[in-house]
């Protein structure tokens, strides 16, 4: 089996930087934990978060900075490039270019992705989209 630094690597690949997302049933465990507002849990908790993200974005290039692990958590801090071409929030889309930054840390067992943290900055991306 993969370390886990590299399951999380080869999961990002996929599904952020390919938009391969038949690989969330592959790389996250069906009780995934969402540490967010608003998000539901388990692996439709994230089919549902990227159905957002896309049908309020288009043109996604992803990034990943810096990628830590230690034990059974890996955490990355990432950067993402994406137009406005949906709602999103309540606002229609604006067609703006955007720039999103946060750090994500994830917990792994038996292989699986099963628990998230993360932060992003909301502030800088609303005020890109309002400014």
């Known amino acids: 089996m993969a370390d886990n630094k590299t399951i999380v690597r080869n999961y990002l690949e996929q599904a952020w930087m390919k938009h391969n997302h038949a690989v969330i049933d592959e790389y996250v465990a069906p009780d995934f934990v969402q540490h967010a507002p608003n998000t539901p849990p388990g692996r ?18 992803y990034r990943v900075e810096d990628m830590l692990a230690d034990g059974d958590k890996v955490c990355w801090r990432w950067e993402l490039h994406a137009k406005h071409t949906g709602p999103f929030q309540g606002m229609p889309a604006t067609g703006k270019s955007v720039t999103i930054t946060g750090i994500s ?13 993360g932060e992003q900055n909301m ?6 989209l309002r400014g």
């Not at 993200?53 to 290039?61: C, K």
């Not at 502030?123 to 890109?128: A, F, H, I, P």
């Open 123 to 128: 502030l800088g991306l609303m005020q890109q």
């Open 105 to 117: 840390i994830i917990r792994l067992a038996n292989g699986k992705l099963v628990e998230h943290w």
């Open 44 to 61: 439709e908790g994230v089919k549902a978060f990227f159905a957002m993200l896309t049908s309020a974005f288009s043109d996604l290039d």
